[in-house]
């Protein structure tokens, strides 16, 4: 199995950075305006609100609760937040279905993911922004629908990616033994979580990644140089 990474891996930085962060806050009011009410959207700004009774640095600089207040201060500081992930998401998922945003995803990565399909190597993904915002990332790329070629879609719900128990959860989730797992990312310490848990792992060299400390993970330019790994 291969196990993928989205940002700086399948993808460049730069679309999460200078395209979907952008639209999410300039879409923010306009998509609370209208969805605001839908049973879903209220679940997750309930869920916004639980952090900001429980974030006193949150309280002390913004007065009241506010949705968009408190959205817009956690964008600003790219705060981990999983509601705000879930917000996002659905921001996005309404760009992608109006055709104001595509997934990008590089062409060697669109290209091994055809090949390992055909070969019967099973993929999934494991990526901090939300199961629902990477699936219409592969939904709408210009190589067309990959989603068929993703078996799984894993988020930050398994956990942290420097943690290695969320990647024992993902070889248990999936039913593959963590030794046949390749796991490929653009950053050292989320492959050393990986390792630690089992997996083999694959560093993701790409135009606009981080620069990373020395290590002795197997690099790549391109998914092209990734063999399929036996059985
Ligand atoms: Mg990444």
Redesign the pocket.
């Known amino acids: 199995m291969i196990l993928l990474?989205?940002?700086?891996?399948t993808t460049p930085i730069a679309f999460v950075t200078e395209t979907l962060f952008p639209y999410a806050r300039t879409h923010l009011t306009t998509f609370l305006e209208r969805e605001g009410g839908s049973s879903e959207v209220v679940g997750t700004i309930e869920r916004l609100r639980r952090e900001f009774e429980a974030d006193d640095e949150a309280r002390g600089q913004i007065r009241g609760w506010s949705v968009i207040a408190y959205a817009e201060w956690l964008m600003d500081r790219d705060r981990k937040s999983a509601a705000l992930k879930d917000l996002q998401g659905r921001i996005w998922q309404d760009g992608y279905r109006n055709g104001s945003l595509a997934g990008q995803v590089f062409e060697d990565a669109a290209r091994a993911l055809a090949r390992w399909h055909a070969a019967g190597v099973p993929v999934a993904i494991y990526s901090s922004g939300s199961v629902l915002a990477q699936q219409w990332l592969f939904r709408t790329c210009e190589g067309g629908d990959l989603t068929p070629l993703i078996r799984w879609h894993f988020d930050t719900a398994v956990g942290g990616k420097r943690d290695p128990a969320s990647y024992t959860r993902i070889a248990d989730m999936t039913g593959v033994a963590a030794a046949k797992i390749t796991f490929v990312?653009?950053?050292v310490a989320e492959l050393d979580a990986a390792r630690a848990a089992g997996l083999r792992t694959v560093l993701s060299v790409r135009p606009g990644n981080a620069r990373q400390p020395p290590h002795d993970h197997r690099i790549v330019t391109s998914f092209d140089e990734i063999e399929l790994p036996s059985a």
């Open positions: 990474d989205i940002e700086g891996t990312s653009d950053i």
